[in-house]
């Protein structure tokens, strides 16, 4: 499964954006989600999806961000909003097998928060 990112860009601190994540190959069977990395951090779970429909999300980004899969299950989405400078990252699509545990990332989009 190879994952493309888009949606990154700059955005004023209480803004939104919406990434989006496709995958070429099949995706239908894969949970799909998002991690960030911050300049000198590990890189961390933002959220995720799995194909039963839960979903979990990190503490700090509970009831601001929201992760969906589109109809075609080839896709997932996150949208952020209430963004804070603390949110500035690159975000990573993850596609994960969920008998094999093999995983798939995509390039990276950045979210930029600044005034």
């Known amino acids: 499964v190879q994952l493309q990112a888009f949606g990154g860009g700059l955005v004023q601190p209480g803004g939104s954006l919406r990434l989006s994540c496709a995958a070429s190959?099949?995706?239908?069977?894969?949970?799909m989600g998002w991690y960030r990395q911050s300049p000198g951090k590990e890189r961390e779970l933002v959220a995720f999806?799995?194909?039963?429909?839960?979903?979990n999300y990190a503490d700090s980004v509970k009831g601001r961000f929201t992760i969906s899969r589109g109809d075609a299950l080839n896709t997932v989405f996150l949208q952020m909003n209430s963004l804070a400078p603390e949110d500035m990252a690159v975000y990573y699509c993850?596609?994960?097998?969920?008998?094999?545990?093999?995983?798939?990332w995509g390039q990276g989009t950045l979210v930029t928060v600044s005034s």
């Open positions: 190959g099949s995706a239908i069977w894969h949970h």
């Open positions: 993850n596609a994960r097998h969920p008998i094999t545990n093999k995983e798939s």
């Open positions: 999806r799995y194909t039963d429909g839960s979903a």
